[in-house]
C-alpha cells in the first residue's frame, strides 16, 4: 500500500509519544500536519533537525522550534528509584508505550530500552521517585526503536479502547438489569388496574 502523507510524516516523528505538540500522541500531530492544522514546529524532542525534515518533505522552509511547547535537549530514559517508590502505579497508567512494569503495592520498573523518554510518568509520580538519565545516542537516534515505540503505542491504544468498549458494555447492562424489574412492575401495575376498572366499571 502506497504510504499516505500523514504516514511519512509520522515516520520522521521520534514516536516518543510525549504529547508536548498538543496531539495524543505522533500520529495524531501527523495527521494535523498533512492536514494543514498544524505547523511543523510543535516537536521538541524532535528539535531543530525534524523540523528540518519535515520541512524537506513539505517543500516548506525551516522554522525555529515553538518553544512554548518545550525546549530541545537531550533525550532521557525514566528510571524508578526503588527505594522510594509506593506501588501506586499512576507512572503505569501514564506511560504510553507500557515501558514500565510492576503492580499495585509493589515495586515498579522502567523497562530502558522501551522507554522513549515521554517524561509523562514524572509528574504521574506522587513521591518524585522517576529520575532521567541520558538516553544512549544510538537509542535516541534509532529508527527502528522509534518504530517499535510507534506499534507498542498502537497496541496500548487498542487495548485501552477494547477495556473502555467492554466497561460500557457491562454499565450497560447493568443498567438493564436495574430497569427490568422496574418495567415489569409498571406491566404489573397497568394489569391491576385494568382488573380494577373491569370490576368497577363505575
Request: charged letters at 25%; proline letters at 7%; hydrophobic letters at 40%.
Amino acid at each position: 500500500m502506497t504510504p499516505t502523507l500523514a504516514d511519512r510524516i509520522d515516520d520522521l516523528l521520534p514516536q516518543t509519544q510525549c504529547e508536548q505538540c498538543g496531539f495524543h500522541g505522533c500520529r495524531p500531530y501527523a495527521e494535523a500536519i498533512a492536514a494543514g492544522e498544524a505547523a511543523i514546529d510543535r516537536c521538541p524532542p524532535g528539535g531543530a533537525l525534524g523540523i528540518a525534515r519535515l520541512a524537506a518533505l513539505l517543500g516548506r522552509p525551516a522554522i525555529p522550534l515553538d518553544t512554548s511547547r518545550g525546549v530541545e535537549k537531550p533525550r532521557t530514559l525514566a528510571r524508578v528509584v526503588e527505594a522510594d517508590c509506593i506501588g501506586c502505579t499512576k507512572c503505569i497508567q501514564v506511560c504510553p508505550v507500557d515501558a514500565i512494569v510492576g503492580a499495585s503495592k509493589q515495586m515498579h520498573t522502567v523497562i530502558a530500552d522501551l522507554c522513549t523518554g515521554c517524561e509523562l510518568c514524572v509528574p504521574a509520580c506522587p513521591v518524585d521517585c522517576i529520575a532521567l538519565d541520558p538516553m544512549p545516542l544510538a537509542q535516541a537516534g534509532d529508527k527502528a526503536h522509534a518504530d517499535a515505540a510507534r506499534t507498542r503505542f498502537q497496541r496500548r491504544e487498542r487495548r485501552l479502547a477494547h477495556d473502555r468498549e467492554q466497561r460500557e458494555r457491562q454499565l450497560a447492562a447493568s443498567k438493564a438489569d436495574v430497569a427490568a424489574p422496574t418495567a415489569r412492575n409498571a406491566v404489573l401495575e397497568a394489569l391491576a388496574r385494568a382488573k380494577a376498572k373491569k370490576k368497577d366499571p363505575t
